[in-house]
């Protein structure tokens, strides 16, 4: 009975979505085809607008649907600038919808069709989302630094020129956050006399150091994220959003000018990893007390997400009917037979996008011990366990 109530939330917001989503794919092709080549920047600006039809009904998903409460602590210099200013995003990889938390902060904002992360590759391969993220110029690598980094580099300058304030995400552990992981990170940090963490992974600083040192000249602040999920709340998950469950998710945010940030390589790489020590204790005082230092602000809930999900649910109503009477779909049992093969192909690609944010599918990431500390009784890793990939 659970699994068939499920899906009699799951199959018709998937029509939706995809269905929707397949329309704002073939527009942004039709900008890209016909307005990237005379005008980069036109294009962004309509791409922008274009992507939002797509990652507002996520937002609704979020805000009214499933009433997830995001609660966002900064301090009130930073919540004014937030959207006015590009920006490098970092983040601890706590749950399975960090990206859409981060798209929920955008969305306040008003930057969520500038919303970018640095992504694997084969999350582009992913029917609508990933599709429309490639459009967006998320920046997508293959986890092997020796192909990568020159890829990076280049996605990072083309960024320079980018008309509105985007934000560009970047997940330094590498992976999401799991006991099993966790495991790991704290057996690999006893062994290298690392600080041993509690509530993070340990960065993989390549990639950040790469983002710093390209994107220095035009990006003025770090953004520093911490995600944390209270002890009398879910996790939340994208199954529990779309069968409707709440929770609740506190973010602190803390902006560092990038003028700050050190000027070598390795200062930037072991910036990094303080930052997420300092993150690890403040973990552990929101394990503590439910709650994060600094001001909770009201960010209110938009009603733009929800004008978008009835404006498109509408549209697929008027076009279904009209569809029906056209065709007399469901007049055979021929046409009934295509009516199911299409709900379940809806069905398994639902279930694809929700297994692809499961964090116990995600790979563990590999790291390396940094390059200014000596290990300790360990046996040199490999060069596969070397490569420092950013995600």
């Not at 970018?116 to 989302?129: E, G, Q, R, W, Y």
């Not at 398994?348 to 000596?374: C, D, G, T, Y």
Request: aromatic content about 10%; proline content about 6%.
């Amino acid at each position: 009975m659970a699994a068939i109530a499920a899906a009699a939330v799951i199959v018709p917001l998937g029509v939706l979505f995809l269905i929707s989503g397949l329309v704002v794919n073939l527009l942004q092709a039709i900008c890209f085809v016909l307005v990237r080549p005379f005008s980069k920047n036109t294009h962004r600006r309509i791409n922008r607008v274009v992507a939002e039809l797509l990652w507002l009904q996520l937002v609704w998903l979020v805000d009214w649907w499933s009433g997830v409460q995001i609660n966002l602590f900064t301090d009130s210099e930073t919540f004014r600038k937030m959207g006015e200013e590009h920006a490098l995003v970092i983040c601890n990889h706590k749950s399975d919808i960090d990206w859409l938390v981060g798209w929920i902060l955008a969305q306040r904002s008003g930057c969520l069709g500038s919303a970018l992360a640095v992504m694997k590759k084969s999350s582009k391969l992913l029917p609508v989302i990933g599709w429309s993220m490639w459009f967006s110029e998320y920046l997508f690598l293959e986890r092997n630094w020796a192909k990568d980094e020159s890829t990076l580099k280049t996605g990072l300058q083309r960024l320079s020129d980018f008309p509105q304030p985007f934000w560009l995400a970047l997940f330094v552990e590498g992976t999401r956050f799991t006991k099993a992981k966790l495991l790991a990170a704290q057996e690999y940090a006893a062994s290298m006399g690392l600080p041993v963490p509690r509530n993070v992974l340990i960065p993989r600083t390549k990639g950040f150091v790469s983002a710093v040192t390209h994107m220095r000249s035009f990006v003025p602040a770090v953004y520093e994220v911490t995600v944390a999920i209270p002890k009398t709340s879910p996790p939340p998950t994208m199954l529990g959003l779309f069968k409707g469950q709440p929770s609740v998710v506190n973010v602190h945010l803390k902006r560092h000018l990038m003028k700050d940030l050190p000027g070598t390589e390795d200062e930037v790489a072991q910036w990094c990893r303080d930052i997420f020590i300092e993150k690890d204790k403040m973990l552990d005082k929101h394990n503590e007390d439910d709650t994060f230092p600094d001001q909770k602000q009201n960010m209110g809930r938009p009603l733009i997400s929800l004008v978008v999900i009835v404006s498109w649910a509408c549209l697929l109503v008027f076009g279904a009917i009209k569809f029906m009477q056209w065709s007399n779909l469901l007049s055979s049992w021929k046409g009934i037979g295509v009516s199911a093969i299409g709900l379940g192909v809806v069905t398994f690609l639902m279930q694809i996008l929700i297994q692809f944010s499961q964090s116990e599918r995600s790979n563990p990431a590999k790291v390396s011990a940094p390059s200014n500390i000596k290990p300790k009784n360990v046996v040199e890793p490999s060069p596969t366990t070397q490569n420092d990939k950013p995600h």
